[in-house]
């Protein structure tokens, strides 16, 4: 069993920058990829990012390219999600997923096994 604990929400002007946080306990961290999906008011849950277990890997969503870095740091079984140039729809619940692999890190969210209960992040124009 894996906990997944998100913190690094908040509100945000456009153009502002969060780092997101989700610690992982209960398993053996560098074996499972980890990733971020998000879901807005009204809006259906969408892939933002996702790492290999061993930070070799990563795959984004198209929207976040060139604005989002998701990383992770082994030794404090964490990963991380840097957000720049954030966007009012940016606005949404940010939540932290976990794999039982070491390599998945696709798009959908039937593919992760663990979730996280999510943390807000809310961007004003």
């Known amino acids: 069993q894996v906990q997944l604990v998100e913190s690094g929400g908040g509100l945000v002007q456009a153009g502002g920058s969060l780092r997101l946080s989700c610690a992982a306990s209960?398993?053996?961290?560098?074996?499972?990829?980890m990733g971020w999906f998000r879901q807005a008011p009204g809006k259906e849950r969408e892939f933002v990012a996702a790492i290999s277990g061993t930070g070799g890997s990563t795959n984004y969503v198209d929207s976040v390219k060139g604005r989002f870095t998701i990383s992770r740091d082994n030794a404090k079984s964490t990963v991380y999600l840097q957000m720049n140039s954030l966007k009012p729809e940016d606005t949404a619940v940010y939540y932290c997923v976990a794999d039982r692999t070491t390599y998945y890190i696709g798009s959908s969210w039937a593919g992760y096994d663990y979730w996280g209960q999510g943390t807000q992040v809310t961007v004003s124009s």
């Open positions: 209960g398993r053996t961290f560098s074996t499972s990829a």
